[in-house]
């Protein structure tokens, strides 16, 4: 069975410094990694998906990259804003979603 | 509609009875599924839906719950004689369909508590 990592899984940074938030992941026979962020008491909004054969994907401030032969994918957080507060989690597909338990961020103003 | 659709978005009952949640998909989705989320863990993953597809019910946590989906759309998730294990946020999710470049789109949730 698929099992997902993040870490940390919490993270506290002052706002505009570069963070990197970490997914790993056991099989890597995947269709994709989808990166997501969660507001409290709010469903989850996609950030980025990263199809089994690319290496990284941008949006904006964020990037993510892959890396299935190491089971491993980052998300990239340039000059952070506090508005960037939420839940991170990251998903594996394979035959269903397979989630992390997500980091939290707080951006300090 | 222009996301996944939720209802209630709160839902508070009394032990031992039953409940309903619906998820409205976006529209042309193929594929549904409900995960459980409870206060301060990851998503539990509990049915998935494909198009015509048997449904994956692997993650079902007891016969209590059951899920249909109607007409390759909406879709209700019942659970029975509810437990206060039950309070978590129930979460939808839609994707065009299973696979390779389908990203997952959320509804905002039921929030079940049972008292």
């Known amino acids: 069975k698929q099992e997902v990592t993040q870490i940390p899984a919490a993270l506290s940074v002052p706002e505009g410094e570069n963070l990197v938030l970490n997914c790993s992941f056991t099989d890597s026979a995947i269709y994709n990694l989808q990166w997501f962020r969660q507001d409290p008491g709010k469903g989850l909004t996609s950030l980025l998906l990263i199809q089994s054969s690319q290496r990284e994907q941008t949006s904006g401030r964020l990037n993510a990259s892959l890396d299935k032969s190491s089971g491993r994918s980052t998300l990239y957080i340039a000059a952070s804003q506090p508005g960037d507060s939420a839940t991170y989690l990251c998903a594996a597909t394979g035959n269903q979603f397979y989630f992390g338990t997500g980091t939290s961020l707080t951006v300090i103003p | ?115």
């Open chain 2, 1 to 115: 509609g222009a996301g996944v659709s939720q209802s209630p978005s709160n839902k508070v009952t009394e032990k031992g009875k039953d409940v309903e949640l619906r998820c409205d998909p976006i529209s042309g989705h193929t594929a549904l599924y409900w995960y459980r989320q409870s206060l301060g863990q990851g998503l539990e993953f509990l049915i998935y839906f494909q198009g015509n597809s048997a449904p994956d019910k692997s993650g079902l946590p007891s016969d209590r719950f059951s899920a249909e989906r109607t007409g390759g759309s909406v879709s209700t998730l019942t659970i029975q004689r509810t437990q206060q294990e039950d309070s978590a946020v129930y979460l939808c999710a839609s994707s065009l369909m299973s696979g390779e470049n389908s990203p997952l789109h959320f509804g905002n949730g039921t929030r079940l508590t049972v008292t």
